[in-house]
């Protein structure tokens, strides 16, 4: 609320915003599931994030830029079936991260594992697809189209990330501003966006991320 109104509200973002209100979040889902590891608590906030956050113009944040989406905290606190890197539990997305392809080498293939941890007691099947946030030619990513997961079990989805290194085109976030200080911004081009699960109307999300990088395979 805004300081001295009585109850008028204020507007503040940023992460001095986001991480108390955050925190607060994660100790409610951890008081209803005292089970939950930390990093499952991570979990269940980032899936059920499923709500854009948007710039002035009205596009689709990256998840470079914003993760998984805004928090919904009612869905984080109900959530008993959660999805996280296979590897790498603790960071929960899945990233393939600046991955090099030699440009002699043709069409190369990566692969990456993520979890579907089914802490609830009923079993689920989800119809799996990707909202992409950032865009570029020369590589694509493809999954299983289905998962299923039983009561009190685990899942596991395979991604894997087809890069064509001569097809590669450097493009940039359309969220992001290409001048800043007045000078032509930096980036790095990446294809990225959210793993989605859906079953009846509920979603669930990873972010998922490759940076292709080409690269000659050179001997000196």
């Known amino acids: ?29 951890w008081q209803k599931h ?6 499952n608590v991570k979990a269940a906030i980032m ?13 689709t944040e990256s998840v470079e830029r914003v993760g998984s989406g805004r928090v919904d905290a009612v869905r984080a606190v109900n959530q008993d079936v959660i999805v996280y890197n296979a590897d790498r539990p603790d960071i929960v997305s ?17 692969t990456r594992k993520i979890t579907v941890d089914n802490i609830g ?7 799996v697809s990707f909202a992409g946030t950032t865009q570029m030619p020369g ?12 009561s009190g079990g685990k899942a596991t989805i395979t991604v894997t990330a087809t890069v064509d290194p001569k097809a590669l085109v450097k493009t ?3 969220a992001q501003a290409k001048i800043q200080l007045g000078k032509a911004r930096q980036y790095i081009g990446s294809l990225s966006g959210r793993l989605v699960l859906s079953e ?8 998922l991320q490759i940076a292709p990088k080409p690269v000659s395979d050179m001997k000196v």
């Open 1 to 29: 609320s805004l300081v001295g109104s009585g109850n008028g509200i204020e507007v503040m973002t940023g992460t001095s915003m986001a991480t108390p209100h955050t925190s607060g979040v994660a100790a409610l889902v």
């Open 34 to 39: 005292r089970n939950y590891t930390p990093q």
């Open 47 to 59: 899936n059920t994030a499923t709500h854009d956050v948007k710039n002035a113009n009205g596009t």
């Open 94 to 110: 899945q990233s393939f991260g600046v991955t090099e392809a030699k440009t002699n080498g043709g069409v190369q293939r990566f």
């Open 121 to 127: 007691n009923r079993a689920h099947t989800y119809v």
């Open 139 to 150: 590589v694509s990513f493809s999954y299983d189209p289905t998962v299923s997961v039983g």
């Open 172 to 174: 940039q976030d359309p």
């Open 200 to 207: 009846n109307g509920q979603d669930l999300r990873l972010p």
